[in-house]
């Protein structure tokens, strides 16, 4: 996709600090983390949400998941971590880049959803 800031990041029109590339993934650091370990791994084909996402990528999402525990522990969150997909507005998704925040720390991270009156 011409103007998706994580296409452009796949093509390197765009500098990123790069934990990890094969031909169907890339991982960096989220430029604005939010704990001591936090990367992005996202397919190198342009899936906008998980909307979006079919079984023609069954692999590449599979291998997202599947790398994660890896990622995390080559960055130091050998101690447990947590994945994230956020998708559309109500996830609260950012970038239409179908992307998986790996989080971590040396701490726990605490709850997973801010805390919330359910009606
Ligand atoms: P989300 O809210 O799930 O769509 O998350 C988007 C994430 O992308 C945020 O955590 C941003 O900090 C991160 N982000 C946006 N632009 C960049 C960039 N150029 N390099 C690395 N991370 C980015
Ligand atoms: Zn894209």
């Known amino acids: 996709m011409e103007n998706c800031i994580f296409c452009k990041i796949v093509r390197g029109e765009i500098p990123s600090r790069k934990v990890y590339e094969d031909d169907d993934v890339l991982a960096f650091h989220d430029i604005q983390p939010q704990a001591p370990v936090h990367v992005l791994v996202v397919p190198k084909v342009h899936i906008a949400s ?15 998941l599947a790398l994660s525990g890896r990622l995390a522990s080559e960055q130091g969150a050998s101690d447990g971590f947590r994945t994230i997909i956020n998708t559309g507005r109500v996830g609260g998704q950012e970038v239409y880049h179908l992307h998986m925040h790996v989080f971590g720390g040396p701490e726990p991270l605490g709850r997973m959803l801010s805390k919330r009156v359910t009606p």
């Open 50 to 64: 998980l909307y979006e996402a079919d079984m023609s990528h069954q692999a590449v999402l599979g291998k997202m």
